[in-house]
């Protein structure tokens, strides 16, 4: 085992140890410099230097969790895995500067990516059709320019993040809150796979640690952590995707926020968020103009997400010209319209194959972007 390895056991087996956390283990190698000092301080007898009493133990003999680590170690090389600790140049220099960085990152994909300008997505796992749409373009057009995407692999705001990066084969990061071979949710299988053969796969979970709630916050303070930025699409006031927002501003990272209707209520957290100073985001080039690593890039300002040229017949142009984004009743589209409702009910159909229009509950119908 050379000496690299070693140092990376020695991380590992210290978070390995019960009693401690991020916040703990920081304490002690701010104190000690490196695990190794911390064992050794430890073993001899140095009570008064701030160690816990009831970490003491473990940390006197760190022989159990040294072989631990080094089992773990093996198994995450026989996965196509790694570790990276805060002693190698991988780890991402950013994430250092929060508050309690985790002592281990398991990672798997494309490690370069740490290195790379980051910006975080975050949102509502129950997003409305706008806001998945909203996300995923704004990602696809944010990744097109060279930005890696990080988001949490959740369902809703956060996959339309990553699928929106990984349409134009752009690079993206998952950040996630339970063990690398523990998909979550079983939905996004698929998606996870993806990621972990062109984009990268990150947590600070050993293998086999189930996705229970407590953690995802603290997967949160990642997400932030190694992004220059926090771009809010659509949440609750009360949400995770807040907390991390505001995780963001005290790290003195940026935060953006995309505005929705005013009578949604799972837009409330990000309209909050521009009330307080954050940025508006009508556009990728809103973000981009931010960061002059990727300025230049001849985006063009879109008028809204999503909206990409669809060519209809021209009565269906003319119906589409009566749908606001304000949701109509199908009743007054046909009174207005003068159409049959047959003819009508033939046009919505292909309104809505196009991706023009949606379908809401009431029969009532709302033009998208």
Request: proline letters at 5%; charged letters at 25%.
């Amino acid at each position: 085992m050379d000496m690299v390895e070693k140092a990376v056991i020695n991380w590992m087996a210290l978070s390995l140890m019960p009693g401690l956390g991020s916040r703990g283990i920081c304490q002690l190698i701010e104190r000690f410099g490196n695990p190794k000092r911390v064992f050794d301080a430890a073993q001899n007898g140095q009570e008064e230097s701030g160690i816990r009493k009831n970490v003491l133990p473990f940390l006197r003999d760190p022989a159990p969790f040294r072989e631990r680590a080094e089992a773990l170690f093996k198994r995450l090389e026989n996965g196509g895995a790694t570790a990276v600790c805060p002693d190698d140049e991988d780890y991402p220099e950013l994430l250092k500067e929060i508050a309690d960085p985790p002592a281990v990152l398991y990672v798997q994909g494309r490690l370069e990516l740490l290195g790379s300008l980051c910006l975080a997505m975050v949102g509502s796992r129950a997003a409305t059709s706008y806001g998945k749409r909203s996300s995923y373009s704004l990602a696809k057009a944010l990744a097109s320019s060279g930005v890696t995407v990080v988001s949490g692999l959740a369902a809703g705001i956060d996959s339309e993040a990553h699928r929106g990066a990984l349409a134009v084969s752009g690079a993206t990061i998952g950040v996630l809150g339970c063990g690398l071979d523990v998909v979550y949710p079983q939905q996004n299988s698929e998606l996870y796979a993806q990621i972990r053969e062109t984009g990268l796969l990150l947590t600070e979970y050993p293998l086999g640690t189930r996705p229970d709630s407590y953690r995802f916050p603290a997967r949160n303070r990642i997400i932030s952590g190694l992004s220059r930025g926090v771009v809010v699409v659509e949440a609750a006031r009360k949400s995770g995707s807040l907390i991390t927002a505001e995780m963001a501003l005290d790290e003195g990272r940026d935060v953006y926020a995309v505005p929705g209707q005013i009578d949604s209520f799972k837009s409330d957290g990000a309209h909050w968020l521009l009330q307080q100073g954050a940025k508006l985001v009508q556009s990728a080039e809103d973000i981009l103009v931010e960061y002059t690593a990727v300025q230049g890039t001849g985006l063009e300002r879109e008028d809204s997400f999503g909206a990409e040229e669809v060519h209809t017949d021209p009565e269906a142009q003319a119906l589409l010209q009566q749908v606001d984004v304000y949701p109509i009743s199908r009743d007054a589209l046909i009174a207005g319209s003068g159409m049959a409702s047959a003819k009508v009910a033939e046009l919505l159909l292909l309104l809505e194959l196009d991706g023009l229009i949606e379908m809401l509950p009431g029969d009532e119908i709302r033009r998208i972007g």
